[in-house]
């Protein structure tokens, strides 16, 4: 077992020793920590609907007439119709036959890939793609091959030329500390010739992407059966863009069944509490009918990186709401991450082993409860990052 105090001072002594904040009040872009209020540029909360009205009143209402806790998992009596209302509307929303709710997107990773896999199956991974994923493919004991990121030659190649039925390919649609997006078209036609299988990992693109914010497929230029063709396994979560909390697998009448019957993750935990599955549906609901939150975001982009370009800031390839100053050094990165918070900002540094290393950045995110001011505001202070870094923790 590990030594507890020598790994802790050794994760202080490389500046990788994380701490939380404490916050206070809503989520949201200005949110209160210690007792100060900050202009945060690092929440998921992408749509602004964390803190929406109609969403706490969702939940409120819920709440006072199902109660709080589901009681039990969804196969003993957890399963309540405010889960069944919700996945009915995801899978509307999505174009799919049928969505199945899992606790958090963590879960539903680690469930659909154990399920799905076992010994002589193999899994193609994106080496960037998130932890979950990853997880999942270990928990499944089928054999894992990661690609370089984005690398759709390389995945060819590992694929071979022979049929490929027993392989599951897996990428994030969005990248999370990057906010590029995977070559969707590329993955689904090498999907389709080989016979894998292609899962999308779509945690920071539904809400977000498309004009109706069905994602990265909706992005590509994918819709309907033929989205469903392209990538049979859709997940997605419910604690970003929707504002609230959970993740769902969208797919085939099929593939939900089987994985009521099988994924462990979902058979042996507590269903999410019925008032949370509300208080979702009320945030799709908006997600899926006020366009202009994502018109608003994407000005806000726009806005974001020709500025950042104006100051000769490295941009990364991201055309999402996940916008990465890459620091390289994790010390670059505390040093900038403090200085933004010196100047009433929130904006989290990121270091390995969630990025790889070298690789330490700030993860800057927008929200479509930001003005243009606080774009500005951002961009001034960025102006005068100090770009060389003494050792500290933060
Ligand atoms: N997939 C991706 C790509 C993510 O970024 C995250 C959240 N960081 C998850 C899955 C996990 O989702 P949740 O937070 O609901 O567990």
Request: proline fraction near 5%.
């Amino acid at each position: 077992m590990i030594e507890l105090a020598a790994e802790l001072a050794g994760l202080r002594q490389a500046g990788l020793h994380r701490q939380r904040r404490l916050l206070a009040g809503p989520q949201g872009v200005r949110p209160r920590i210690d007792g100060r209020e900050r202009l945060a540029f690092c929440s998921n909360d992408y749509l602004g609907l964390a803190a929406h009205p109609a969403v706490i009143e969702a939940l409120r209402e819920s709440a006072a007439r199902d109660g709080v806790g589901s009681g039990a998992s969804h196969l003993i009596n957890g399963h309540h119709q405010a889960h069944e209302a919700l996945e009915e509307a995801l899978a509307t929303f999505l174009g799919r036959e049928r969505a199945l709710l899992f606790s958090t997107g963590y879960m539903a990773n680690l469930g659909v890939i154990q399920a799905l896999c076992g010994r002589g199956d193999q899994i193609l991974a994106d080496r960037l793609n998130h932890a979950s994923l990853l997880d999942g493919a270990q928990l499944s004991q089928a054999r894992l091959r990661r690609y370089p990121h984005a690398d759709t030659e390389r995945l060819r190649a590992l694929l071979g030329s022979s049929r490929a039925e027993g392989s599951l390919i897996v990428t994030d649609g969005v990248f999370s500390m990057d906010g590029d997006l995977a070559p969707i078209p590329a993955l689904a036609a090498i999907a389709n010739a080989t016979g894998a299988v292609l899962m999308l990992d779509d945690a920071h693109g539904i809400g977000v992407l498309g004009a109706n914010g069905r994602g990265t497929l909706e992005h590509a230029g994918f819709h309907g059966d033929e989205a469903q063709a392209a990538v049979p396994i859709l997940i997605g979560t419910l604690g970003k863009a929707l504002g609230t909390f959970g993740a769902f697998v969208a797919g085939s009448a099929e593939l939900i069944n089987f994985l009521i019957q099988r994924a462990r993750s979902y058979i042996y935990t507590t269903a999410l509490p019925p008032a949370l599955a509300s208080a979702s549906l009320a945030a799709l609901r908006i997600a899926a009918h006020e366009p202009e939150r994502r018109d608003h975001l994407q000005r806000l982009i726009n806005r974001f990186r020709a500025g950042a370009h104006t100051l000769g800031l490295a941009l990364a390839d991201s055309p999402t709401p996940i916008q990465p100053l890459i620091a390289g050094d994790v010390d670059t990165a505390l040093r900038w991450s403090r200085f933004l918070e010196d100047n009433g900002f929130l904006v989290t540094a990121i270091r390995p082993p969630t990025v790889p290393q070298g690789a330490a950045r700030l993860r800057i995110t927008f929200s479509a409860s930001h003005a243009d001011a606080d774009i500005d505001r951002l961009l001034d202070t960025l102006a005068k990052l100090p770009n060389s870094a003494p050792k500290e923790s933060q």
